[in-house]
Structures are given as C-alpha cells and as structure tokens.
C-alpha cells in the first residue's frame, strides 16, 4: 500500500471514530454508597456475502436432440451498503473449463447467471470472469425470511455435446461459484 492511501485510510478510520462517538471517554464513578460509571459502546462489521440454495445439476437420460437446460433459485447475501455483489465461475475441466468428463473424454457446458430468481436465461459466465455488478434482494444470510431466493443459476448444455456423448455413459465435473461483496 502506498504511503498516501495509508494516510487517506488512517484519516478516515480516526474520522469514523470520532463520528460514532467512540473518542467519547470511559466515566468512573465516586466513591460512596453507590458508584456510577459508564463507557462508550462501538461496533462494526466487514463487508461479507454468501451464497445457498444450491442444487446438484442432473441431466440424465437427456433427449441429445434437445439441448439441455437447469435453471435453479439460489440465495445470495450481501451486507455492503448497496448488498452488491460479483459472482465468478470455474468448472473442473483443464484451465477450469466448463466441461464434464468421462476418463479423457469430455463435453462442454455453459454457464448463465441472472440476478434475479424465476429466471430461465442470464448473463452468460466465462471462466474465472466475475460478473459484476450484481445486486441482492436477501434480508439474511440464507434467505430464511424475506425473500426465499434472490438469483437464478442456469447450466445449459448445447444438442451438440449432448449427440457427442455414447449412449448409457455417465460424464460428470463440478461447477464452482465464488460471489464477493461490492
């Protein structure tokens, strides 16, 4: 960190605590049948999201003349101020790649994000791109109250792929999701 963005976060923390009344001293009290004191109370928490709700995707015995599509609700949960947040994807193919494998062989998948639920088509993800920008409506970390999901996750796998793939032949990889807070 460079020494004048040190000096911009150092006076904006000292500002903070002189804002929230932090600087405000401890009172002791006197001696005497009763004895009053007080002190100042502060808290403060840093940014923090999470995501829930999340779905194993199962396309089996997938028609390979219909491309194939997932879409779930997810809960995602954001505490910034503005409950922004960004969501970046990875698969578990060669560089992270969207793709399921049987031994060596492997077909390709694509992945959508909509920052809404009841969606059936999103912003498209690229591997190990953060979508960004992204608001949630969550009132609490697992959507427990309030709205019960806040984002839709859409796994979609193209007739091509699917008419690749022999017959009875199970390929399988794992998606990852990683949302930071903005």
């Given at each position: 960190m460079d020494n004048a963005r040190y000096l911009r976060l150092s006076a904006l923390c000292v500002a903070a605590i002189l804002a929230n009344g932090a600087a405000d001293a401890a009172t002791s009290g006197s001696l005497g049948a009763t004895s009053t004191g007080s002190v100042s109370i502060g808290a403060s928490v840093p940014?923090?999201?999470q995501i829930s709700g999340l779905s194993n995707v199962d396309f089996t015995n997938q028609d390979p003349a219909v491309a194939a599509v997932s879409a779930q609700n997810v809960?995602?949960?954001?505490n910034t101020s503005t409950k922004g947040y960004n969501v970046t994807a990875s698969g578990s193919g060669t560089a992270s790649a969207f793709t399921l494998?049987?031994?060596?062989?492997?077909?390709?998948?694509?992945?959508?994000?909509?920052?809404?639920?009841?969606?059936?088509?999103?912003t498209s993800l690229g591997v190990g791109t953060a979508l960004t920008g992204q608001k949630s409506t969550a009132t609490n970390a697992l959507c427990a109250s309030g709205p019960s999901s806040?984002?839709?996750?859409?796994?979609r796998m193209s007739t091509a792929s699917l008419q690749s793939m022999p017959a009875l032949t199970v390929y399988t990889g794992t998606l990852t999701l990683v949302v930071a807070p903005e």
């Amino acid at each position: 960190m460079d020494n004048a963005r040190y000096l911009r976060l150092s006076a904006l923390c000292v500002a903070a605590i002189l804002a929230n009344g932090a600087a405000d001293a401890a009172t002791s009290g006197s001696l005497g049948a009763t004895s009053t004191g007080s002190v100042s109370i502060g808290a403060s928490v840093p940014n923090r999201v999470q995501i829930s709700g999340l779905s194993n995707v199962d396309f089996t015995n997938q028609d390979p003349a219909v491309a194939a599509v997932s879409a779930q609700n997810v809960c995602v949960w954001s505490n910034t101020s503005t409950k922004g947040y960004n969501v970046t994807a990875s698969g578990s193919g060669t560089a992270s790649a969207f793709t399921l494998a049987n031994g060596a062989a492997t077909v390709p998948y694509s992945v959508e994000w909509a920052q809404t639920s009841g969606q059936s088509a999103g912003t498209s993800l690229g591997v190990g791109t953060a979508l960004t920008g992204q608001k949630s409506t969550a009132t609490n970390a697992l959507c427990a109250s309030g709205p019960s999901s806040t984002a839709s996750l859409i796994v979609r796998m193209s007739t091509a792929s699917l008419q690749s793939m022999p017959a009875l032949t199970v390929y399988t990889g794992t998606l990852t999701l990683v949302v930071a807070p903005e």
